[in-house]
């Protein structure tokens, strides 16, 4: 087998990946220092796969087109994500550009999806499937706009919560370095002596208030 060429490119995400690496050990060494880890949901009992690696951080990068495997190595990519579509009792998309046609043609699953909210921040939609609800959030300020970047996405046994840096195109799910933050939730019903709320849940409430959207 020839050797395998680095580029300086692929030398710089090396070294940042490697980087990165060695900031999630620390991490994990600090907080298996600090006792041991309470017991969480399986997302595999969630979705349909457990995307979470060794380290249990929620935090991933997004896989890169075109960058060599192991550069690549434990990033997500959008079906990694948004596991199973065909199965979502429902789902809700936050982001500022949102391109339907490929999201559908990547996922086209989701269009099974009894119930999928778009809320957007860019005008430019364009195609708009039969299942889905628009919502797009008037701001007070007359040169800002809606930029969050996230999905709610409601499973038999629970949600799944996505919050990226990522706009919903093909050019940033597939060409830029981006990452992205998922946690799964059990139903609040399933889990004995659950508290009412809690400060995550407030504040994204809070949040979903503000704009406009009621679900």
């Known amino acids: 087998m020839g050797r395998v060429e680095y580029n300086d490119d692929d030398a710089d995400m090396l070294l940042a990946r490697e980087l990165q690496l060695e900031e999630e050990r620390e991490m994990l060494r600090q907080h298996t220092q600090a006792g041991p880890e309470p017991r969480r949901p399986s997302n595999a009992a969630i979705a349909t796969a457990d995307i979470v690696d060794e380290t249990k951080l ?115 799910y597939n060409d830029k370095s981006q990452v992205t933050w998922v946690q799964d939730f059990p139903w609040k019903k399933d889990v004995e002596a659950a508290p009412e709320s809690s400060p995550f849940e407030e504040d994204l409430m809070s949040y979903m208030n503000a704009i406009g959207w009621k679900a």
């Open 58 to 172: 929620a935090f991933h990068l997004l896989r890169t087109r075109g960058l060599h495997e192991s550069v690549n190595r434990g990033c997500l990519r959008l079906w990694d994500i948004v596991q199973a579509p065909q199965k979502l009792d429902f789902a809700l998309i936050s982001n500022y550009m949102i391109d339907l046609s490929w999201l559908t043609s990547a996922m086209p699953g989701i269009l099974r999806c009894p119930k999928v909210a778009v809320i957007h921040g860019d005008g430019g939609i364009g195609y708009r499937p039969r299942n889905f609800v628009f919502h797009k959030p008037e701001l007070s300020e007359a040169y800002g706009t809606m930029h969050t970047k996230m999905f709610i996405l409601g499973y038999p046994k629970g949600i799944r919560v996505c919050v990226s840096t990522a706009n919903l195109i093909d050019p940033d």
